[in-house]
C-alpha cells in the first residue's frame, strides 16, 4: 500500500520453506488486506469490497400491470366482446331494415298507423330478410347465453340458478327463431307464442341475472357501477313497456302499441349489448372433449383455442 492510498497488491508473509513449481516458495501463503481504506471522493467507513459486490439496485416499474389470468391485457377488451356488440348491431339493423322495405314497397301503409314488427315482415321480400335475420340472431343469443353461463359459473353463482338463467335465454333464443319462421300472416298462433318466449322470457333473463348478480356481489365483474343502474333501469322499462302494449293493443289502439313493441326490441338489443362489458375482460374460448372411461382409458383433447 503506496502513500497515495491505493491498494497494489495482495501482501505475502513469509513462513519458511522451499519452492514450489510455481516459483512461490512452499508454506508461503498470500493473505490479501482488508479492502477497508476509504475511497477518495467517497463515504468514509464503507469497506471496499461491499461498495464494489453491491447489487443495482432495481427501478420500480411504472404504469405496467401484469394481466389477470385467462384474461385480456390490461387495457384492451377481448374479441369475445364483439359477439355482444355484433348481435345488438344485426338486429338493430336488420328490423329497421325491414322497416324501410315494407315501407318502400307499400306492404304497409303508415297513413293507417305505425306497424308492428310482425306486420312489416310478414310480406316477401323482406319476410324472408326477417327469417334470416331472426335465425341468425338467435344463434348469437344462444352462444352469449353459453358464455354468460360460464361467466357467472367462475363468478360463485350457484348452478341451481345459474342454470336456469341459462334455460331462460335458451328459451328466449328459440322464440326469435319461432318469430321468424312463422310469420303472422302464415301461423298467428305459433308466431305469437314465439313472441311470447322472446319478449316475455327475454325481459326475464335479464331480471334474473341482475338478482344473481346482487346475490353474488362478484369483485372480478368489469365495468363502472353505473353500468348495473342502467340494466336495472332498462328491465324496468322493458316490463313497463310490455304491460303498456297489453293494455293499449286490448283497447285497439294499435299504433301505440306498436310503438312500444319496437321500444322493447331496441332496450332488449341494448342489454344484449351491453354484456359486451362483463366479456371484455375474457381472453378467449376453448373446447374439448373428453372420452368415456368405459370405452378407453380417461383423458381429454383440446379441440381448439379461441
Not at 315482415?121 to 347465453?145: D, K, T, Y
Not at 333464443?173 to 303472422?184: D, I
Amino acid at each position: 500500500m503506496g502513500s497515495s492510498g491505493r491498494l497494489r497488491g495482495p501482501e505475502v508473509a513469509q513462513e519458511g520453506g522451499s519452492l514450489s513449481p510455481a516459483g512461490r516458495p512452499s508454506g508461503w501463503r498470500c493473505q490479501p488486506r482488508a479492502l477497508s481504506q476509504p475511497h477518495p471522493g467517497r463515504g468514509r467507513g464503507t469497506p471496499l469490497a461491499s461498495r464494489l459486490l453491491r447489487a443495482p439496485r432495481e427501478r420500480p416499474l411504472r404504469n405496467k400491470s401484469p394481466p389477470a389470468p385467462g384474461g385480456a391485457p390490461p387495457g384492451m377488451w377481448g374479441y369475445l366482446a364483439l359477439l355482444p356488440i355484433g348481435l345488438a348491431v344485426w338486429a338493430i339493423v336488420g328490423v329497421w331494415t325491414i322497416f324501410a322495405v315494407a315501407v318502400s314497397n307499400k306492404s304497409v301503409n303508415l297513413t293507417e298507423g305505425f306497424p308492428y314488427i310482425s306486420l312489416c315482415g310478414s310480406f316477401p321480400p323482406q319476410s324472408c330478410i326477417f327469417g334470416q335475420l331472426l335465425n341468425v340472431g338467435a344463434v348469437m343469443v344462444a352462444w352469449i347465453c353459453v358464455l354468460r353461463y360460464l361467466q357467472l359459473r367462475e363468478w360463485g353463482v350457484p348452478k341451481g340458478p345459474n342454470r336456469l338463467c341459462l334455460g331462460l335465454g335458451f328459451l328466449c333464443a328459440l322464440g326469435a327463431s319461432f318469430v321468424g319462421n312463422f310469420q303472422q300472416s302464415n301461423e298467428l298462433s305459433m308466431h305469437l307464442f314465439g313472441a311470447f318466449l322472446a319478449f316475455v322470457v327475454g325481459v326475464a333473463y335479464f331480471w334474473t341475472q341482475l338478482v344473481l348478480l346482487r346475490q353474488a356481489k362478484p369483485e372480478a365483474q368489469p365495468g363502472a357501477p353505473w353500468i348495473e343502474t342502467l340494466r336495472l333501469l332498462l328491465c324496468g322499462g322493458c316490463t313497463f313497456l310490455m304491460v303498456a302494449m297489453v293494455v293499449l293493443h286490448l283497447r285497439s289502439l294499435r299504433s301505440a302499441a306498436a310503438v312500444c313493441e319496437w321500444s322493447i326490441s331496441m332496450l332488449l338489443f341494448i342489454l344484449f349489448g351491453l354484456l359486451a362489458v362483463d366479456f371484455s375482460h375474457l381472453s378467449g374460448l376453448v373446447l374439448s372433449l373428453q372420452t368415456r372411461p368405459t370405452s378407453c382409458p380417461p383423458s381429454t383433447a383440446s379441440l381448439a383455442s379461441f
